[in-house]
């Protein structure tokens, strides 16, 4: 059965850093892509970052470029988003899912992915 869960959401002041983690299980990070993606209230779904399955290419959206890091550790089948220099407008639900995905143009399209995540909540306040 395949299940993504994420955790590390928070409440944060701006300027503070946060890591995300996405636990994987039914599947090893090297069969799907993980990509992350957010949601704040009225507004659409957005594709955040990804990593590749294979060669573990990793994508961003411009918004995030320079702040965020994806990483993956595949001994513990979780995949990282490490959030620096956060901003209020990064507040939102953050979900991670898994798919086929390997080229730019497609990281950040909801549907790509086959698995979703139940998401955490990051707040950027102060």
């Known amino acids: 059965q395949v299940q993504l869960v994420e955790s590390g959401g928070d409440l944060v002041q701006p300027g503070g850093s946060l890591r995300l983690s996405c636990a994987v299980s039914g599947f090893s990070l090297g069969y799907y892509s993980i990509g992350w993606f957010r949601q704040a209230p009225g507004k659409e779904r957005e594709g955040v970052s990804c990593?590749?399955?294979?060669?573990?290419?990793?994508y961003y959206v411009d918004s995030v470029r320079g702040r965020f890091t994806i990483s993956r550790d595949n001994a513990k089948n979780t995949v990282y988003l490490q959030m620096d220099s956060l901003k209020p407008e990064d507040t939102a639900v953050y979900y991670c899912?898994?798919?086929?995905?390997?080229?730019?143009?497609?990281?950040?399209?909801?549907?790509?992915?086959?698995?979703w995540g139940q998401g955490t909540q990051v707040t950027v306040s102060s």
């Open positions: 990593i590749t399955s294979g060669d573990g290419m990793t």
């Open positions: 899912a898994a798919g086929p995905v390997d080229f730019y143009s497609d990281f950040d399209d909801p549907l790509m992915y086959r698995y």
